[in-house]
């Protein structure tokens, strides 16, 4: 029966053009494999693909990209293509395409991925061939160039949407935030966190930006509010930001302070915002003294404690502080009042309570170490007597003795990380700097960070702060610091020096500073050089006007002689490559003939070139007389070079012709 059974399938089979589904099958596994290995490439970022590429269609190679190293060119022709067929052929905006064009570049390696470099045709033709005849998922580009990175893009990706006209109400939304003046890179953020506005009828979104700018806001301070805040645009108007609002319209700082310190970075909780301002208004911190708590130590906007602040001072109470302790205690200790620190509080309090200390010695303790207090995170009582076989009363009357004994005998922190001395007083002072900049307690970070920046908290916090004097945002600053440490580590007034001449006498803005921090590592006297060769060759037109201080100040002396001092023909080099920076650099005879009249600016000019041996505090006293003695240099015409000599404690310039 069995039997019987197999021989009529064996017929059925046998009807079948055999050849033909083995040729399907052949295909279909090409298809698989094309899949597989595509998705394998992707993944992996190198070439993982077998077989002959050329035997293959051009669309089906996508191993050249992750194989090869893509060039500059080949991503400019490729951003061409996609915005070509983004402007033209699908209609959109030329805004629109060139922003999502230009800040897609995943997107973009993916397009790369599907043509074959074994193609003579150019990439630019070849990725308008495959768009003509493969379109696009829209909303992926437009996703990517909101700021949203690749592994969060599916999420929002929809089937039955492939075009952005298939989602017009979204996209309108989108015109309205850009129109108002939102950065379109930071859009991303808003459509994260408060997807429902971007569903709004046409005209609510618009409303609702001009009802907070009806709260005497300006249109800036929106804007930083709805970037770094987007929920606020979600029903109605937030009536705990409103409340915080009118408290700082009745401060001195005003609510530009608040734009000011603002992060995208961080989230904010406006309620507990408000609880805080309200317990310190509670505890004495008024007006006058909160305005300057707040712009001493910003980051209590975004991590402040709330309730718990309100808690801590409850506790403070019970123990014996008075009031105008526990204002001074604020007033220098600003850090007590984030959420990490007044958890450290208590569980400081709580641990002395326990192993039954006066409520004496705990006053003068929070008194005299609340910055080791709130950058320490301590075990409990009875982990620390049985680490030590020892009793309570042991413990206390250790404490008692040599207090900072606390630190050492209960943290959390393992041995090596104390041996960096963190009792040190002058380095718990760093420690609090570090966390105000975002550094984590006890990581490997902080510690790193620590031998990094020299010098004491509060004259790390002083020069810090000449940056944010000088017109950067906190936040920025922040950011800064922690990438190029170094710049904290030159004395202030050094500093505020070197922002003069990058602003005042070079006439770049403050913000120069962020693309070039090392600017700051050099000596005044080769910033004063390069700058002043530079501004002469500037007014010129022998220089670009606007290069980048790693350019001007970073570069070796042979390439800023190959660069600037070679590039006009007034200028003369003399000497070998052993010479000091600009010590044989000498401007024309007949250039100092026509501008001896003239002020400053040539003064600033020739000076550290003929002289740069010159000390620097003297060349503010000698400019006076170096304009006599250009007065009464003897000029003999015998060569096309200015040699400068020296003669006794007087310098003269003398003029021959080699």
């Known amino acids: 029966m069995m039997f019987s059974r197999f021989l009529k399938k064996v017929q059925k089979i046998a009807q079948f053009n055999i050849s033909s589904i083995a040729h399907q099958n052949q295909v279909s596994r090409s298809k698989l494999y094309h899949v597989y290995s595509t998705g394998r490439c992707f993944q992996s970022g190198r070439s993982v693909c077998g077989g002959n590429s050329s035997s293959r269609h051009w669309s089906q ?35 629109d395409a060139d922003h999502i064009s230009k800040n ?4 973009i390696l993916s397009l790369l991925s599907k043509i074959d470099d074994t193609r003579k045709e150019d990439i630019s033709r070849a990725l308008t061939k495959f768009l003509r005849y493969n379109p696009i998922n829209e909303f992926e580009p437009f996703f990517e160039s909101l700021g949203l990175r690749p592994s969060e893009i599916p999420r929002f990706l929809q089937r039955d949407l492939v075009l952005l006209s298939d989602d017009g109400i979204m996209f309108e939304n989108f015109h309205v935030l850009c129109y108002y003046g939102i950065p379109r890179g930071k859009i991303g953020r808003i459509f994260k966190e408060a997807r ?10 618009a409303s609702k930006l001009e009802a907070y700018e009806s709260l005497v806001l300006s249109k800036p301070i929106v804007i930083k509010l709805v970037t770094c805040c987007p929920l606020l645009l979600v029903g109605g108007i937030d009536n705990e930001f409103v409340s915080v609002v009118n408290k700082l319209k009745g401060l001195n700082i005003g609510c530009d302070w608040l734009a000011h310190y ?3 970075r961080k989230t904010y909780n406006w309620l507990r ?3 805080t301002m309200e317990i310190l208004d509670k505890v004495g911190v008024k007006e006058e003294k909160l ?11 975004g991590e402040a404690s709330g309730n718990k602040a309100y808690i801590m001072f409850e506790k403070f109470h019970k123990v014996g502080l008075q009031m105008n302790e526990i204002d001074n205690l604020v007033t220098d200790n600003p850090e007590m009042l984030l959420e990490k620190s007044v958890k450290r509080i208590i569980e400081a309090l709580k641990f002395l309570k326990r192993i039954k200390m006066e409520k004496q010695f705990i006053v003068r303790f929070l008194l005299c170490y609340m910055k080791l207090i709130c950058s320490s995170s301590l075990l409990g009582p009875r982990a620390v007597w049985n680490r030590l076989k020892i009793g309570r009363d042991q413990l206390c009357q250790i404490i008692k003795e040599e207090p900072l004994r606390l630190f050492s005998l209960a943290s959390k922190t393992n041995n090596s990380r104390i041996k960096l001395d963190s009792l040190d007083l002058r380095n718990a002072e760093k420690t609090a700097f570090l966390l105000k900049l975002g550094y984590v307690e006890n990581s490997d970070e902080m510690v790193r960070a620590l031998k990094k920046f020299q010098g004491r908290g509060d004259e790390l916090q002083e020069r810090f702060d000449c940056f944010v004097k000088a017109g950067l945002d906190y936040n920025v600053v922040s950011q800064l610091v922690k ?32 693309e070039s921090p090392t600017y700051l590592c050099y000596s005044m006297e080769r910033i004063h050089q390069r700058f002043s060769m530079y501004i002469w060759l500037k007014e010129r037109d022998a220089a670009m006007p606007r290069l980048t201080l790693g350019t001007i100040v970073g570069i070796s002396n042979t390439l800023f002689v190959s660069y600037f001092v070679n590039t006009h023909p007034e200028v003369r ?23 001896i009249g003239k002020a400053q600016s040539f003064v600033d000019t020739i000076f550290f070139y003929c002289f740069p041996k010159l000390e620097m505090h003297t060349y503010h006293m000698m400019q006076l007389e170096m304009f006599s003695l250009l007065k009464e240099t003897v000029l003999v015409r015998q060569g096309p070079g200015l040699i400068p000599k020296r003669s006794a404690n007087v310098y003269v310039l003398t003029g021959t012709y080699l």
């Open 196 to 205: 429902e506005i971007f569903g709004y009828e046409n005209g609510v979104l």
């Open 483 to 514: 990438r190029a440490p170094h710049m904290l580590n030159r004395p202030k007034g050094i500093i505020e020096k070197k922002i003069n001449m990058l602003t005042d006498y070079l006439g770049y803005p403050i913000e120069s500073v962020i």
């Open 61 to 95: 190679s996508p191993t050249r990209v992750f194989g090869n190293r893509v060039s500059r060119a080949m991503k400019n022709e490729a951003q061409k293509a996609l915005f070509d067929y983004l402007h033209y052929t699908r209609t959109h905006s030329f805004v």
């Open 262 to 264: 603002l992060s995208d």
């Open 291 to 301: 305005s300057r708590l707040l712009k001493a130590y910003p980051d209590l906007v």
């Open 273 to 275: 915002i408000l609880e």
């Open 104 to 107: 897609s570049p995943r997107f």
């Open 573 to 595: 080099w003399r000497g070998s490559e052993n010479m000091s920076m600009h010590s044989e650099v000498f401007l024309p005879l007949n250039l100092i003939e026509r501008q």
